[in-house]
């Protein structure tokens, strides 16, 4: 949490796996979800339907000071062959005071395919 309000504009993996590509990112509202979906297989009647919903990964977002984000970004993937190492770094990027700033971060992907 930030003692100040900031603008979220872009998120992205850094080191995406080779056998996995992104085909996009985006950014919803927790309550058009309802709740925070880890792993949404597209097609299955309880994954969020998110093209219906409102996104915000092209405008981007304002997360107010001392705040949680009701908005969290996804990543459309597509597995394209084996997998065998972990995605661990994303970039957000951000306005804060009118300054631009982007930071990194560690985050976790950890997806394998059965036989």
């Known amino acids: ?21 992104v085909i996009e990112y985006g950014a919803y509202n927790l ?9 949404a297989p597209e097609g299955d009647p309880f ?15 304002t997360v107010k000071a001392k705040a949680v984000s009701d908005v969290f970004y996804v990543a459309h993937l597509r597995v394209t062959g084996k997998i065998q190492r972990n995605a661990s770094e ?7 005071g009118g300054v631009a700033y982007n930071q990194t971060l560690r985050c976790g992907l950890e997806l394998r395919l059965k036989k």
């Open 1 to 21: 949490m930030s003692a100040r309000e900031i603008e979220i504009t872009k998120a992205e993996m850094l080191d995406v796996p080779s056998g996995i590509e």
């Open 31 to 39: 309550e058009d979800t309802q709740g925070l979906p880890l792993i």
């Open 47 to 61: 994954t969020p339907k998110f093209r219906e919903f409102k996104d915000y990964s092209e405008e981007g977002f």
């Open 90 to 96: 994303c970039r957000f990027e951000y306005r804060q």
